[in-house]
């Protein structure tokens, strides 16, 4: 959309309810089932709050800028132009701001100019607004096109005596324009690693100081390449069982053993978003509209179900190469190539109430799990 005032603040409004709850739904250590996945809602807490972050600059950005475009057939997050702009008035925040004045001198000149002019001063107003922006994208981590990886646990996996690291990472996908989150359970198999990091009794060894989190893969000799992989294998037209391969074959040495991959979307919102006509025409008799929307999310996993080992030979050698498990008893795991997968979808109590007096919420519903935020309150297996 060409946001037009009205039509922008109700979508900001509402995607900031939307990740609000989503916040809520993650940060709830007692009743989010995802902590039965270890560290997955630790991990994804903070994209959130970079998401958020996000829409905030992306909300102040209109107050000097008159366009915003979102994707509204599809994803209902902004074009991903938005998002590479974002990036880029970040890193010339520092910059730019160098050449506005300060606020106190902006409102000392609002107000002269209103006594000389008996007028607004609309170009001062977009002044100190492009001002508030700069400095707000400059103080907050937002959700880049691309988020370097970082370790956040270090283990040692007992039966093969290797390191074990958890490394996750985040992608804005160009043709998408969808926020997605990767975590990767990976084992290293590098001498000069193993050495260093692992006992006699096939522990980590206590005497290694590990400041988590690490930016970037623990292993520093394949940090930078671990980064250069990531970026260049986050697409979200690359399923989970391809990402998972390409990293077993571009490292010798790293063996990944699990790989998950969620997907903060698509957002639905009435009279703005037309990615499901059904949603669309049920939230439109939502009565307030800041509870006229619907988020949903994907959890995507595949994981090793065993490894081959190296072969050396005297013409020629192989290392080891995990195999990958993929579900081809269920249709759209096998589609999305997966070993398993969850849906979910989180949605106002009050639009909930719509799309079930309506009969649309089993259709709507069907195969995900549903999460209705009332009160603060995020309420599961409704």
């Known amino acids: 959309m060409n946001a037009a005032p009205d039509a922008a603040g109700r979508y900001f409004d509402a995607i900031a309810s939307a990740l609000e709850g989503l916040g809520v739904y993650f940060g709830d250590r007692s009743a989010s089932p995802f902590q039965l996945h270890g560290l997955v809602a630790e991990v994804v807490s903070p994209y959130i709050g970079r998401l ?44 730019r701001l160098a050449g506005i004045s300060g606020p106190d001198e902006l409102r000392a000149e609002m107000v002269d100019f209103i006594l000389r002019h008996r007028e607004f001063p609309a170009d001062l107003q977009r002044s100190m607004a492009e001002r508030l922006y700069l400095e707000q994208l400059k103080a907050g981590n937002v959700f880049s096109p691309f988020i370097l990886p970082e370790t956040v646990r270090v283990s040692v996996n007992p039966k093969t005596k290797r390191p074990y690291y958890l490394v996750h990472w985040g992608a804005f996908d160009g043709n998408s324009s969808l926020p997605m989150v990767y975590m990767a359970a990976v084992e290293d198999s590098s001498p000069g690693m193993v050495k260093a990091l692992v006992s006699d009794d096939g522990r980590l ?73 059904t949603v669309s025409d049920v939230l439109g008799k939502v009565r307030r509209q800041e509870n006229a929307w619907l988020l949903t ?21 192989q290392p080891a190469r995990e195999e990958f498990f993929i579900d081809t008893d269920d249709l759209d795991a096998a589609r999305m190539g997966v070993s398993a997968y969850e849906q979910h979808a989180l949605v106002p109590h009050e639009a909930y109430q719509a799309l079930y007096a309506a009969g649309e919420a089993q259709k709507i519903f069907e195969g995900y799990d549903v999460h209705v935020i009332s009160g603060g309150r995020v309420i599961t297996d409704v």
Request: charged content about 30%.
């Open 297 to 317: 999310w994907t959890v995507q996993e595949v994981y090793s179900k065993t490894e081959r080992p190296a072969r050396k030979g005297l013409w020629s050698s």
């Open 205 to 277: 060894n206590d005497d290694v100081e590990i400041g988590l989190p690490v930016g970037g893969l623990l292993n520093p000799e394949l940090a930078h390449q671990f980064d250069d992989f990531a970026e260049k294998n986050s697409a979200y037209s690359l399923s989970p069982a391809t990402i998972a391969g390409n990293l077993d074959k571009d490292f010798d040495h790293l063996h990944p053993k699990q790989l998950r991959r969620v997907v903060l979307g698509p957002f639905y919102t009435a009279g703005i978003t037309e990615n499901n006509s």
């Open 52 to 95: 958020e972050r996000s829409f905030e600059c992306w909300q102040n950005r209109l107050g000097f800028m008159e366009k915003f475009r979102i994707q509204r057939a599809e994803s209902g997050y902004p074009v991903f132009q938005s998002v590479l702009e974002l990036e880029n008035d970040r890193r010339q925040a520092e910059k």
